[in-house]
């Protein structure tokens, strides 16, 4: 259990990021289904489209921002907050603003694009990002308080837009939007972007600095990880349901059940409710036993009938008595893991092992699971950086510059990815520099 602020103290205390947290997620709205689908009957009335027509065309419009956001989301992570989130608000504010003058099929798949894209994908995006950029310690609660903002709006928005239509054109709705992002996020950006004492998270910076022990995920290996394949469907299966049943909210509600639709979007209120709930008791659980932990009981519940969900207890094992400082243990019982399962141990298991020995300083330990890795993986995918973690133990915890500079060498020839080659080359000019300085001392 992780130690913590108490929940009060820490709002009062950091009330403006958790507020810009909050505004965030508020104004993704104009990009997310459940309020574009508000003028779902008004835009296929007013450019003579069908429902699968539209439907074709929304989901066109968010496969490409989803294909467009797979590059952007990285820039959070290489350019500083305070002005990187005052453009995204700003082209926020712009394409809400646009989407009045929408004037047919192609204008409004461009339209959508851009709401998706601003919207649903980089605000919720920086959001999140920023709270786990800022927080370590409150990391869960931060997050969980910044995504009160989007509940919050599915509870307000509805109703407004629903009475809104009954009074003015969808037009003039888009153009309130736009001007509500306007006037409350660009002006207030610096301000509450202010960073605080409290907040223990190192920012960009600490992104991108990490010693050669330490394991750095690529995009292909996490996509090849069996475990990302056994998380993505309990991310995508509610969201799919969510986002294919709200789409179509207003020929169901309206027209299917003839039900009044202002009924049915104040009751997104409620929802709201059960949704600030439910993401309360989350973050209060991360912050107790971490995302991790509370991930593991989540995959070890769905897999515990089938092979891997076996394997994964085998491999819970071992880094329970790696944790509980059981170091011969773990290491004996990793290499039972095997020899039994040769060649089907995923090698980020492997290499999350050999990084957590080398960080507890085991280091022979740690050059036993690499080597061991080595000969149930002699090529493929994770080469390069089982001989950058041998060279790394050899050279920063045996002291070994002469048998360090052979894995180095080895890692290059590896075709390695471009951290890794970073991480080599950082190893071998640090041995240039001992030898430089054996060589003075002579």
């Not at 990021?17 to 104009?30: D, E, H, N, R």
């Not at 308080?145 to 054109?169: D, K, Q, R």
């Not at 020899?339 to 141990?345: L, M, P, S």
């Amino acid at each position: 259990m992780r130690d913590g602020t108490p929940t009060i103290a820490f709002v009062r205390r950091e009330w403006r990021f958790l507020l810009f947290g909050a505004l965030v997620m508020f104004w993704t709205s104009p990009g997310q289904t459940y309020l574009i689908s508000l003028f779902g009957d008004e835009l296929r009335r007013d450019f003579g489209l069908g429902h699968g027509e539209f439907g074709l065309l929304y989901t066109g419009a968010t496969l490409v921002s989803a294909a467009i956001l797979w590059p952007a989301g990285r820039l959070v992570d290489r350019l500083r907050l305070a002005k990187f989130v005052w453009w995204v608000c700003a082209a926020m504010a712009v394409s809400a603003a646009a989407f009045s003058l929408v004037s047919g099929p192609v204008t409004l798949f461009l339209g959508i694009l851009f709401v998706r894209f601003l919207g649903q994908g980089m605000m919720s995006h920086i959001a999140v990002t920023a709270m786990a950029r800022r927080y370590v310690g409150e990391r869960g609660r931060a997050i969980a308080i910044a995504g009160f903002g989007f509940p919050i709006a599915e509870g307000v928005l509805p109703p407004l837009i629903t009475i809104g239509l009954t009074m003015t054109s969808w037009q003039n709705i888009w153009i309130v939007l736009g001007l509500g992002v306007a006037l409350t996020m660009l002006p207030s950006v610096p301000f509450l972007l202010r960073r605080t004492a409290g907040q223990d998270g190192q920012g960009p910076d600490a992104l991108s600095k990490h010693d050669g022990a330490q394991r750095q995920w690529t995009r292909g290996e996490m996509l090849r990880d069996g475990r990302f394949l056994m998380v993505a469907p309990l991310v995508m299966t509610m969201s799919a349901i969510f986002t294919g049943i709200i789409f179509h909210q207003k020929f169901i509600i309206a027209t299917a059940k003839q039900w009044d639709f202002l009924w049915w979007s104040v009751c997104f209120g409620v929802f709201a409710v059960c949704q600030v709930a439910g993401s309360f008791s989350t973050g209060w659980l991360v912050d107790r036993i971490s995302a991790k932990g509370g991930i593991r009981q989540a995959v070890s519940f769905e897999g515990k009938n089938t092979g891997q969900g076996r394997m994964g207890v085998k491999a819970h094992h071992v880094q329970r008595d790696l944790h509980q400082g059981l170091v011969g243990e773990a290491v004996r019982g990793f290499l039972k893991l095997s020899a039994i399962q040769r060649r089907t141990v995923p090698i980020g298991d492997v290499l999350e092992l050999a990084q957590a020995l080398a960080g507890k300083a085991q280091h022979d330990a740690a050059l036993a699971v690499y080597r061991r890795a080595l000969t149930d993986h002699p090529r493929g995918p994770g080469l390069d950086r089982i001989f950058l973690g041998i060279g790394s133990v050899l050279l920063y915890g045996k002291h070994r510059p002469t048998a360090a500079y052979q894995y180095f060498m080895d890692a290059l020839d590896a075709d390695p990815e471009p951290d890794v080659e970073l991480s080599v080359r950082q190893g071998l000019k640090t041995i240039a520099e001992m030898q430089k300085h054996q060589f003075r001392g002579r």
